[in-house]
């Protein structure tokens, strides 16, 4: 069994080589099956395979029994799989969304910063006293301050 098959193709291979053989006149019994299905699987399925080898005789067990189990742990890995994908995803969009905030604050001060180096000035940056200048020389056009 290759690292990227799943249980139900491989089960499904092991059967087909079974019917193939019986028509040629040679029956596999669930024993042997059962031993070379488990000595097949691949590393990812070990503690799985011990835990059966341990708890449950093996000469015991059918082939469709072991089967059905290992397709069952399959679908519980592949649920963690997605669910710890879904999360390192997320994370990754939340500091996307917070390295963008930052950067939009650092490009306000420095707009600020820039404009109070070149002599225009900000109304969030003049004291009470100066604001009261700037309305006191503001003269109506029609009027002229009369």
């Given at each position: ?26 029956n ?52 963690r ?29 420095f707009?600020?910063y ?10 969030q ?18 009027c002229?301050?009369?």
């Amino acid at each position: 069994m290759g690292a990227g098959d799943s249980i139900d193709d491989f089960s499904s291979k092991l059967s087909s080589i079974r019917q193939e053989a019986i028509v040629l006149g040679k029956n596999y019994k669930d024993k042997k099956l059962v031993k070379k299905f488990l000595r097949s699987l691949p590393t990812k399925f070990q503690s799985h395979k011990s835990a059966i080898e341990v708890a449950l005789n093996s000469d015991d067990l059918k082939f469709d029994h072991v089967v059905g189990m290992m397709q069952a742990y399959e679908l519980q890995l592949k649920k963690r799989e997605q669910t710890a994908g879904k999360g390192l995803a997320l994370m990754a969009d939340q500091t996307v969304e917070i390295e963008d905030q930052v950067n939009m604050m650092v490009k306000k001060y420095f707009r600020m910063y820039e404009t109070g180096q070149r002599g225009g000035s900000s109304s969030q940056f003049k004291s009470g006293a100066e604001k009261k200048i700037q309305k006191l020389d503001k003269q109506c056009a029609e009027c002229e301050g009369k």
